[in-house]
Structure formats: C-alpha cells, structure tokens
C-alpha cells in the first residue's frame, strides 16, 4: 500500500522534571548529629528538535502525539547528585515550521538545520547540604524538583525547493518532472492525479542541478480551501522560482489565458509576497495544437506584455524541456535565497495564582518558604534576565511575601530560601 504524504502534525512535548533533593546525614566521629550530606536532584532532560535529512514527512507523528523527556533522578547522601534526565531529541525534515498550537506564531523555521531548544527540563532540588548554617547544623529538609516546561505544538512541513512546478491539475507538471529528473511520480489523464508533492533533482551540467517540485494542481478558490488549497499553496513558500504551465492544446475546454490569470489571481489572494516571486510561464502540450496556434499565440502576448518570459513545451514528446531547464537553471543565479521564516511566538507571562497557601519556616536568621505556586513562579524565571527577576520580585511584592516576612520578624542579611534560590533579605 503506498504511503501518504503527511505534512501536518499536532503533538504535545513535555521535558522532564527535576528530581528531588535528599534529607541525609553523614555519621562520623566528633560530628554533631551527623553533618548534612543529602544530594541535589538532577536536572530534568530537555524536548530539543532535529533535522534529519532522511525524513520527508511527518508520518512519524500520524500516531504518536506525545513526547516526554527524562526526569531528572533524586539526590542521594554522601552528596551524590541525582543523574540528569535524558533530553529527548525529535527529528523532523527540514522545512518543518514548528508553531504555538494556540496562537499559530512561529516558534522555530527548522529549514537552516540548527537544533532547537523547545521545552527546558526542570532544575533539581537542593539536598540539605545547602541548608547547614552555623545555628541549625542538621537541617532535616530539602527541597523538591521543579517541573519541566510543556507545550503544544503544531508541525508543519513546508518543501524545501527551489522551483515549483503550479498550473491547473492535468496540465503536465508530473510528465516534466518525470523527464527532466528521476523523479518517477504518478502520472495519468484525470485531475487531481497529484494528491501529495513530488521533489525530483534536475541536473543541468557539472556542478549545476536544482530541486524542483510538483505540487498538487490548484483550483479556483484554493486560497480560501477549495480543492487541496492550503495544502498546496504552503509548499510553494520557500520556492524562489515558480514554473506555471498553461495547457495551450484547448484539451480541456479552459481558455489559456482565463487559466493563466486564474491561478496569479490564488496566489495574489493567498500571499503577495509569493505573487511577485520570479516567474516562467510555460505553454505545454504543443504537440496536440495542429495547424491551430490561436490559444498559443493569444497567451504568448499577453504573458510577454506583463513582463513574464514565455516558453513553448511538449512535455509528452520532451520538446522545449531542455531549453526551459537551462533558463531555469541561469534564473536561478539571479534570484535570491528564501531566508528563513522569522519566529514571531511570544511566550505569555505565566498567571500564578497566588490566593493558594504559602509555608513560612524559619531558624534563627533562615527562612525557607515552600509552597505550589511559588514553585510553579520559580519555575517560569529565567534568573539570568533582568526583566524576568523583576517580574519575579513584584509577584512576590505584590503577593504580600515581604510584607509577611517583615511581621515575623525577619531582618535584613537574613537568608531566603526559594527551591534552589537563596538570596540575603534586604527591606
């Protein structure tokens, strides 16, 4: 059974969580009560995306739509550090789009082959080998892992080729890739033969080649849907150069020119951008013309006066093709490289519902406090940005955290303790 093209794909990633710091006390000689030696919890295992070259659709994900990293492990005594969990490498082919399931902002163009960090893994807890002061010497806590990011994510999968082959379904795209390329797609007479796109490499000369693609006909209305619609028109995004082939040969009752301004029309609608790409304009199937060159030479002229170059081809007896590979290929070397799509996803601020009840425990000049929103606070800090800290501290200012701190008496030089954040109080 043939396999099909799949292109979009809806997952859920989660990396793993940091693993728990450990209560232990080392028992030696001459030491009070035994000295702390609980280890940290590992760190959790990061979700990081990669290309493979190999793969060509995102079949792999048609079934499995979850994706989890390892937990980091917990501490042990003896100061042994918890092992860090396994991050979880997923690969994609190149031209994948990875987006924010809920906003459809790109996250990540995976065209240019760079890995991308997509969900972070948890930080450990501390052991209580961090907690020793010279007043409290055996601390009898330590603090647990922080969870790993999670996401939901779109994957799309946008053709990495140069050319695009487009035109009404039936009019000889799949014929000129099987001649000029080793690409051997489906061909026969009824619409709709392409139901996925073919890539074939056209070789022109010693060092000189060039991918091109046959992408599924479009139809009138395809950029609100019709037909394959979208399903067609992303995979010409990153083609800088578009080959539109006319069925001159009046084979199918449609005027040439009505085809030729049908389809620019789908592609003004569905992006301008990609409207104004390069574009050669082919009149196929000349071979079934006869003495009639009316359709041909109708669409020669208007083509030429909107500045488009116009080429004749049979693809069926491979007249023409060898001139159009060769203004293709000299096309080329003119156009400019499609750059990468820029991300434009904005993580949003995380809500952390303070109203849940926050523990205050303290010895002498240390203060630890504990409690499930004031994890999941310190696991949305990034503590090496400066916007982020200060988003931090009016979350716990505005909470009322220093103000309770304040009323139980804590002084300034006493020590805070946040999960695996220690910082001196300073009113």
């Not at 907690?131 to 939901?152: C, D, M, W, Y």
């Not at 999960?419 to 001196?424: A, G, K, P, R, S």
Request: aromatic share 8%; with cysteine.
């Amino acid at each position: 059974m043939a396999t099909s093209f799949v292109d979009k794909a809806k997952i859920f990633i989660r990396a793993g969580n940091g693993g728990n710091g450990a209560v232990a006390f080392h028992r030696e000689k001459y030491v009070a009560a035994g000295g702390p030696d609980g280890g940290d919890g590992g760190r959790g295992g990061d979700i990081v995306f990669q290309v493979d070259d190999n793969m060509s659709t995102l079949m792999d994900f048609r079934y499995k739509r979850k994706y989890v990293a390892g937990n980091g492990g917990n501490g042990a005594g003896k100061r042994c550090s918890g092992k860090d969990g396994e991050t979880l490498y997923i690969k994609v082919p190149r031209g994948t789009l990875i987006r924010d399931a809920e906003t459809n902002a790109i996250m990540h163009d995976m065209s240019t082959g760079e890995d991308y960090l997509a969900c972070r893994g948890g930080r450990g807890g501390w052991g209580n080998k961090h907690f020793a002061t010279p007043t409290r010497q055996v601390p009898n806590f330590a603090k647990p892992g922080l969870p790993g990011e999670s996401h939901e994510v779109f994957l799309e999968l946008k053709l990495l080729a140069d050319v695009g082959l487009i035109g009404f379904p039936n009019v000889g795209k799949s014929t000129l890739l099987s001649v000029v390329s080793k690409a051997h797609p489906k061909i026969a007479n009824y619409h709709f033969t392409t139901l996925f796109p073919n890539l074939g490499v056209v070789w022109v000369d010693d060092g000189v080649s060039f991918v091109m693609a046959d992408i599924p006909g479009i139809i009138e209305g395809a950029s609100e849907g019709a037909g394959l619609g979208h399903d067609f028109l992303r995979h010409i995004d990153r083609c800088r150069l578009l080959v539109h082939l006319v069925d001159v040969s009046g084979s199918e009752g449609r005027d040439p020119v009505e085809d030729f301004d049908t389809i620019n029309n789908e592609l003004q609608q569905y992006s301008p951008e990609l409207a104004s790409r390069a574009q050669i304009v082919i009149g196929n199937k000349t071979d079934l013309l006869g003495d009639d060159r009316s359709n041909i030479d109708r669409l020669k002229e208007y083509v030429e006066s909107k500045g488009f170059t116009f080429l004749e081809m049979s693809a069926a007896t491979h007249s023409g093709t060898r001139e159009l590979i060769q203004t293709v290929a000299d096309l080329l070397q003119k156009v400019p490289v499609i750059e990468a799509f820029e991300a434009d996803y904005v993580p949003p601020e995380p809500v952390i519902d303070t109203s849940e009840d926050l523990i205050i425990d303290h010895e002498d000049d240390f203060w630890s406090l504990d409690g499930p929103w004031l994890q999941n606070l310190v696991a949305s800090v990034n503590f090496n940005d400066h916007e982020s800290l200060m988003w931090f501290d009016r979350i716990l200012r505005d909470a009322g955290v220093f103000d309770r701190l304040e009323s139980m008496g804590i002084q300034d030089g006493d020590t805070v303790s946040i999960y695996d954040i220690t910082f001196e109080y300073q009113s």
